[in-house]
C-alpha cells in the first residue's frame, strides 16, 4: 500500500518561512538521565533570537502541561507550534497505541499544529537496544501506522512515522517495509536513517511523495559506523560528538532539500543535532550550533531558489 503525501500547492512559503526548532538540539529529551536540561523559556528565548519560525513541543513535561498556556507561551515568543515527537508502542498486539497517541493529538490541534511524528518505540528505555520483530509484531505494527494516521486526519493533522535509531524502525529497509506496508507518510530524519544504515538522499529522491515532515540532522560517518557495528552505543556517540551542524558532516544536505524543493515540499524542516550537556555550558551553549545550522540551510536553498535570499 502507499499514499501520496500532498506537499502543498499554488505558491509556497520560502524555504526561511518553514524553518523550526527542536528542544533537543538544547539538550532537552525524554529519556532519563539523558543530561543537563535547559528551561523552557532559555531555549525558546534563544530560537526566537536566531530567527526560526516555530518549534516542536518537546517532551512531556518541557512545555506547560496547561494547554491554553502552552499555547501563551509559544505566542509569547513569537513562536508557532509544528509538531510532536511521540514514541509510542506499536508491535505489541496485545497494546492498543491509540490512547497513548489521543492527548498528543489534542495538544497540537488546540496549539494549531500540523503534524505528530510518531516513532516505533521498542518498550525499553532509551536507544541503545531493541528487540527483533517477528511477522505477527510487523502485521500489528502497520496495522497500527494505518490507525492512527486515519485518526490524525480526523483532527486535522498529518501522521508521520519517523525512523529512529534504538526504535523498531531505524534502517532504511525498515522503513522501506513501511513505506510498502502502510499508508502512513514520513518525517525523514537525515540523521537517524543514516545511522541506521540507510540512505537519506535516496529516500528523497525516489519517495518524496511520502514525505511530509523532514527534520534535517548532519552526522560523522565514522560515528555512525561505530553504532552500526555495536563499538559505541547511540548515547556514547552523541555524547562523543556525532551530532554536528549542517554542512560539517556526512549527510548531503544540499542534495536532500534540492530534491524536496523540486518535488514541492511544502512543509518544515525542523532543524534537530541530538545534543547530551553534562553540564550548565554556561554563555552560549548549543545556540551557536542552530545558527551555523540555519545559516547553512539557507545558504542551500538560496542556491536553487534565488529569489528566497532577497
Known sequence: MSAVVQTGSG?????????????????????????????????????????????????????????????????????????????????????????????????????????????????????????????????????????????????????????????????????????????IGLCLDTGHLLIGGGDPVAVAVESPDRIAHVHLKDVRLDWARQVQSGEATYTEAVAGGMYVPLGEGDVDIAAIVGALEAQGYDGWYVLEQDTILPADPGPGGPVGAVRTSLAHLLEVAEAFAPEEGA
Open 11 to 183: 505558491a509556497r512559503r520560502p524555504v526561511r518561512q518553514r524553518v523550526a526548532g527542536a528542544p533537543i538540539s538544547w539538550g532537552v529529551c525524554e529519556v532519563p538521565g539523558w543530561g543537563w536540561q535547559y528551561d523552557a523559556d532559555t531555549v525558546l528565548t534563544q530560537m526566537s533570537e536566531v530567527g526560526l519560525a516555530a518549534t516542536e513541543f518537546g517532551p512531556d513535561g518541557f512545555l506547560p502541561e496547561d494547554l491554553d498556556e502552552r499555547t501563551r507561551t509559544l505566542s509569547a515568543h513569537g513562536l508557532h507550534a509544528v509538531g510532536q515527537f511521540v514514541p509510542v508502542v506499536l508491535h505489541d498486539p496485545s497494546h492498543d497505541p491509540l490512547p497513548d497517541v489521543e492527548p498528543a493529538m489534542e495538544a497540537l490541534v488546540r496549539a494549531g499544529a500540523s503534524t505528530v511524528v510518531l516513532a516505533a518505540a521498542s518498550g525499553l528505555d532509551g536507544y541503545d537496544e531493541r528487540p527483533v520483530l517477528d511477522d505477527t509484531a510487523w502485521t500489528a505494527l502497520l496495522r497500527n501506522l494505518d490507525r492512527i494516521s486515519t485518526a490524525a486526519a480526523a483532527h486535522g493533522l498529518t501522521a508521520t512515522l519517523h525512523p529512529h535509531v534504538g526504535t523498531m524502525i531505524e534502517s532504511g529497509e525498515e522503513t522501506a517495509r513501511v513505506l510498502a506496508g502502510s499508508t
